[in-house]
């Protein structure tokens, strides 16, 4: 019987589904709105993401993840279900096999709760890979060489570091910072400074259209709207680049310094190998920009985005999916 096959990028943000010959089938927000009145699902990924800051007190919306973990089991696994549906269709005979990306710092509880989601959610098999290793593998890098890659992947809610050679993680660290507290910290920096209340929403779109990991001599300018915390009116506010910068400084130094422990823990030998290659960037907190100067700027090592760095850890399922055999030693577990 033909089994199909799905790989899945979980993320704390985004998730993506990836099916092999089809390529990215789903690119949906993690995001759920639940009713609290009936405790039903209403809806899942952009059309729930709308809902977030104007939904009424009888809908709950949710991101089930936190930090890359699951946070809310049974939401998780809806979630999860509703999207192997929308790849391969209502699942009535052969069950799928499905791929999906977990942060290099799981604990054995956390993967335990991402299998048992997954087999809920109709799979037939769940297999479970670090994201380091799939997003190396999306970004193209040949990590079954016998040569030192450095891997930088930047999600919503974790940042996960790793020296891959000879197909497997030869030193690697995770830290819980990402897209999300980039977002929190740009939100709060609002409200202390300009006495002004914004949605995560908000945040988010001001640190696409203006933010930057190094300080600009020529600043962007972007017009914000919020809630003026002593009056209570809409306000808008005109704020700059550089203030950004100054507002997401915290969450910039810890993935910094994350990247320096991994180069410092690294055999000399394979450092050589990153210093000849460089480090690649891959995720979506990756294409913060600039990020790619700072990190080049404070390590000495030449850094790069990877092509297309959204979709670098659900193009690795994929790989994954397709080879097995080829990389059977970075499967975690199996059911």
Do not use: W
């Not at 809610?157 to 819980?176: C, N, P």
């Not at 020529?218 to 003026?228: A, H, K, L």
Request: aromatic share 2%; glycine share 10%.
């Amino acid at each position: 019987m033909f089994i199909k096959k799905v790989g899945i990028d979980l993320g704390t943000t985004n998730t993506l589904v990836f099916v092999p010959k089809r390529g990215i089938v789903v690119r949906e927000p993690t995001v759920v709105a639940i009713s609290i009145l009936d405790n039903k699902i209403l809806a899942v990924g952009a059309q729930a993401k709308e809902m977030i800051g104007r939904a009424p007190e009888s809908i709950v919306v949710s991101r089930p993840l936190k930090d890359g973990v699951i946070a809310d089991y049974r939401i998780t696994q809806a979630m999860l279900k509703y999207f192997i549906e929308r790849a391969v269709g209502k699942i009535k005979f052969g069950k799928p096999e499905v791929m999906i990306s977990v942060p290099a710092g799981i604990t054995s509880t956390e993967r335990r709760a991402v299998i048992e989601a997954g087999i809920s959610a109709g799979a037939k098999a769940v297999y479970l890979v670090k994201e380091p290793v799939l997003a190396a593998i999306g970004a193209g890098i040949p990590i079954n060489s016998a040569y030192g890659n450095m891997i930088v992947n930047i999600g919503g809610g974790t940042t996960e570091v790793a020296i891959i050679s000879l197909g497997g993680i030869v030193t690697s660290s995770s830290v819980r910072i990402g897209g999300n507290k980039m977002d929190q910290a740009i939100a709060e920096h609002m409200k202390k400074k300009h006495n002004l209340a914004v949605g995560e929403r908000s945040a988010e779109g001001i640190k696409i259209a203006i933010g930057s990991a190094v300080r600009q001599n020529n600043e962007e300018t972007v017009s914000v709207r919020g809630r003026d915390l002593a009056t209570g009116f809409p306000k808008t506010i005109d704020v700059t680049t550089n203030e950004i910068i100054e507002a997401i400084q915290e969450q910039l130094r810890e993935i910094i310094q994350t990247i320096k422990n991994v180069l410092q823990d690294t055999p000399p030998e394979l450092c050589a190998d990153v210093m000849e290659r460089g480090i690649v960037i891959s995720g979506g907190g990756g294409m913060l920009k600039n990020m790619d100067i700072l990190i080049t700027r404070v390590t000495g090592v030449p850094a790069r985005i990877a092509d297309d760095p959204l979709v670098c850890v659900a193009k690795g399922t994929g790989a994954v999916l397709d080879n097995l055999e080829l990389y059977k030693r970075n499967v975690m577990t199996r059911r």
